[in-house]
């Protein structure tokens, strides 16, 4: 069997620029000799926010899904991650709610979490018209693998400034890689409640229910906030090819795989009973999305 290796922890020296947009503490940091931009983000206390970030950088490469990058990092005694920067110099990143607020003057940009407004179906089509005027940097694809990606890691936090799109120097616009994975994999439940929910005999409080309960923060047209399976689901009656492309990338993940990522997380970033919940939470999704492939793929 190969060696294990713990996942490195990078050294931040001095903390730069404060980034402002989001909820957590985080520092720009310019690199000279690698010439590039990286975002310290600070996990909250008591959450597992930090590995989250960098467990759904791991399993995103093993599915081919354009991601930031995301590494452990550590300044003084603070714990956190660091991603490379998605925005390159010339480049501009513009989210989600600023295209949406462009064809609804009433759209509530400032609102993150119970906007009614915010619907999957407007989101997919404001991509899907992108898509069309450049094909080949393929946004829709990658729109519908991020919303297959929450489903896979139950990350609720999909909300109108976690994902856009990258303007480029030539005018061009593509969806920007994923990013803020901070809230998957349950990984803000304390050890108490998952230790109960790893051996419950109530349905209500096991991992499945709790996998089943998994919202995104979008809506559909009946003004139902979706649920991460429903949401995949609704994709799959418009744009079932390339729901499809991700639902076989998803099948081809191993088990392995996965008990490899979270055994190189440092202990001083994860506990025990983490480890266990969110693998049980990955082991939940993955039958669920294989299910869903049989129901709706050809070539089954
Ligand atoms: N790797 C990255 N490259 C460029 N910009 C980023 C990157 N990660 C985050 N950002 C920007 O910083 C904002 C806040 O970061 P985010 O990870 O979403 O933090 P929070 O968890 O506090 O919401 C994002 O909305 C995005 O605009
Ligand atoms: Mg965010």
Known sequence: MDELVLFPIVEI??????????????????????????????????????WAEVAAYEIAKLIDLPAAKYEFAKYKNSLGTVSTSIVLDNEQLIHGNEFLAEIDNNYPVNKFYKVKEYRLDTAAKIVSDIDEQYPNLSS?????????????I????????????ILKQ????????SYDHAAGFGCREQDAKIAERLVTKDKNFTVAAYCQRA??????????????LEACKLLGSNYPEQLCYWLEKIATIGTDDI????????????SEKQRLFAQAIL???????TALKKEICQNE
Not at 18 to 29: A, D, P, S, V
Not at 144 to 151: L, N, R, S, T
Not at 259 to 270: G, K, L
């Open 283 to 289: 082991k939940e999704n993955m039958t669920k999305l």
């Open 170 to 177: 030539q005018g061009k616009l593509s969806l920007a890689p």
């Open 215 to 228: 919202k995104t923060p979008f809506y559909d047209k009946r003004s139902q906030r979706l649920g991460t």
């Open 259 to 270: 008990r490899n990522i979270f055994a190189r997380i440092p202990n001083e970033f994860i």
């Open 154 to 165: 139950a990350n609720q936090d999909r909300h109108h400034e976690n994902w856009g799109f």
């Open 140 to 152: 829709l694809v990658n729109f519908i693998g991020y919303i297959v990606f929450d489903c896979l």
């Open 13 to 50: 020296k001095v903390k730069q620029e404060i980034e402002q947009l989001g909820t957590k503490e985080k520092y720009w940091i310019y690199c000279q000799e690698e010439k590039c931009k990286k975002l310290f983000k600070i996990g909250r206390p008591n959450t597992g926010e930090d």
